[in-house]
């Protein structure tokens, strides 16, 4: 192989691994958003709970206290 060969090879290689590289890169990117938005999703399902037991606590205090 003579050196113009190799500098091919070399140039060919060094981009094959920047897009490889770069599709790694967004892939992690792409899995990362969707686990931030699944520990969203999660987040705002325990926060509705929490607020429809506080409700629900809420109505039962008023009831004992209407009829105490």
Known sequence: MDITGLRNYQAS???SLTQAT???FSDVRATADKVDQKKQQ???QGLQR???STSRAQQRASLIYTYA
Request: glycine fraction near 0%.
């Open 13 to 15: 290689m060094s981009q």
């Open 22 to 24: 770069s599709q790694i």
């Open 42 to 44: 999660i987040a705002d």
């Open 50 to 52: 929490i607020q429809e």
